[in-house]
């Protein structure tokens, strides 16, 4: 299967504060998913993003998949931007690899 | 991604019971994906079903565990004799089929948390 490693594993940030999120893939994929699951358990989906770059709101995501890497952007962070932020491959049209994620708490 | 329906939420069951975990697509999704989910990691794929065909069981365990997608209703995740092990939040996600394209993006139901007591 495809490795998938995120960074930072952990981060905590003050409400206000920007932030730079981190995925690295061992292969080259199909598509490329973010996903924030908030702390009810919830996934939710960010960006479908397997090349380029994609803004919506405050955030922003940038992926070079000739490098094998893709970068979250999050902006003026909000504590309800608090939760695990997930990065998920593809490669051959059906299961996903799942980082094991950075788990994000912004403080008021 | 709100449009992925799971049920029951939350599954509580005795070793050596039965769960049965309901996953009903987006409307127009043909797809269906299921995940596990055990506590402090990521989500690891279990098997990827089109209407009344498993694609790719990989990743589900050789025992005690099923799938099925019919014709009808929603696709059903089937654990027989479950063990403490099992306890996990488990995902199913939906993609619609595009002609042409390579990969499609999947969406994600609330999850189903099972405990096993």
């Known amino acids: 299967g495809i490795q998938v490693e995120q960074s930072p594993p952990d981060l905590i940030l003050q409400e206000g504060a920007n932030s730079t999120l981190r995925c690295n893939f061992s292969?080259?994929?199909?598509?490329l998913q973010w996903f924030h699951q908030n702390p009810w358990g919830q996934l939710i989906n960010l960006f479908y993003i397997p090349s380029g770059t994609k803004q919506n709101g405050r955030l922003s995501a940038t992926t070079v998949a000739t490098e094998r890497y893709s970068l979250l952007y999050i902006s003026s962070s909000q504590t309800t931007d608090s939760g695990v932020y997930f990065c998920a491959v593809e490669r051959a049209g059906n299961q996903f690899y799942f980082g094991t994620g950075t788990s994000l708490t912004v403080i008021p | 991604n709100a449009g992925v329906m799971q049920n029951p939420r939350h599954l509580v069951r005795r070793r050596g019971q039965e769960a049965r975990l309901r996953c009903s697509p987006m409307k127009g999704h043909s797809h269906v994906y299921w995940y596990r989910q055990l506590p402090e990691e990521g989500l690891k794929f279990m098997v990827y079903l089109q209407k009344e065909n498993i694609i790719d069981e990989s990743g589900m365990p050789k025992e005690r565990f099923s799938a099925e997608f019919p014709k009808e209703g929603p696709s059903i995740l089937r654990i027989q004799q479950v063990v403490r092990g099992d306890s996990a939040a488990y995902f199913c996600?939906?993609?619609?089929?595009?002609?042409?394209?390579?990969?499609?993006?999947?969406?994600f139901g609330p999850g189903t948390r099972l405990t096993v007591t």
């Open positions: 996600a939906s993609s619609q089929f595009v002609p042409g394209a390579s990969s499609y993006e999947q969406y």
């Open positions: 292969d080259s994929v199909n598509n």
